[in-house]
């Protein structure tokens, strides 16, 4: 019997009692009421970002099912799912981590009471998402410059508005990368257990995104990252 949508998923062993949690968000489509049951490359896209965080003492990760594979413009049924299932979990310290609708689910969620942070990865941003929500939380943005998919320049624009109402707002451009995460998969993993790590407490803050947080802006919205530069 199917279970029931939407739901989280728990990777590996989540701790009885978590320090924290990290909810991770994949991908989908502008527009569809496909049920969010069939597994696509999009989820399968976010489970190496999981898995490694999950190897962090005393921090639990969850996947997101989202009831429809599409965001489907107003009902934002991405956002809405997120937030409800926010609330089935532990009131501790919570980082959430979006690729491209994904992303933009995490940033709508952000203002839940228990998040701290939010890593969105190439989001999918059309200049009319708001960024109030976002007051005390650390924000992570990062984007391929070979990116078909989704706008970087709107998710430029986005950490612009987004450092009126906080300032720990990060930017990095990972050069040689597109939509997928494919080239330079391990900087991407790397940045985001960095940033979740340190924003919820397992570690110290990395050096690399707290001095890109601390320039004035446009500075520390366009850090380089990887290979080809």
């Known amino acids: ?6 739901r989280l998923e728990p990777v590996g062993a989540p701790p009885e009692r978590p320090r924290a949690v990290v909810v991770v968000a994949h991908g989908g489509r502008s ?5 969010g049951e069939r597994r696509r490359l999009t989820y399968w896209r976010m489970v190496p970002f999981a898995l490694l965080l999950a190897r962090t003492a005393g921090l639990g990760v969850y996947l997101v099912r989202y009831r429809h594979r599409g965001w489907n413009g107003p009902a934002r049924d991405a956002a809405q799912d997120v937030t409800q299932l926010l609330t089935t979990l532990p009131e501790v ?10 992303g933009r689910a995490a940033l709508y969620s952000a203002a839940a009471p228990q998040v701290r942070a939010v890593a969105a990865l190439a989001p999918w941003l059309d200049g009319s998402d708001p960024v109030e929500q ?3 939380r650390s924000l992570l943005i ?11 320049r709107q998710s430029l624009a986005y950490a612009v508005r987004a450092r009126r109402v906080t300032d720990r707002v990060a930017r990095f ?3 040689g990368d597109g939509h997928a995460m494919l080239r330079h998969a391990g900087e991407w993993h790397s940045l985001v257990a960095r940033f979740v790590r340190g924003e919820l407490g397992f570690e110290p803050e990395d050096p690399t995104i707290t001095n ?8 520390g919205l366009d850090v380089p990252l990887g290979a080809e530069r």
């Not at 019997?1 to 939407?6: E, S, V």
């Not at 527009?31 to 049920?35: A, D, I, L, Q």
């Not at 990062?142 to 970087?152: C, F, I, L, Q």
């Open 134 to 136: 976002l007051a005390g």
């Open 212 to 219: 890109a947080m601390r320039q004035p802006t446009p500075g």
């Open 142 to 152: 990062a984007h391929g410059d070979r990116e078909r998919m989704t706008d970087p």
């Open 31 to 35: 527009t569809s009421r496909e049920s």
């Open 173 to 175: 451009t990972v050069h």
């Open 1 to 6: 019997m199917a279970q029931t949508l939407p």
């Open 93 to 102: 310290p919570t980082a959430l981590v979006g690729h491209s609708m994904g």
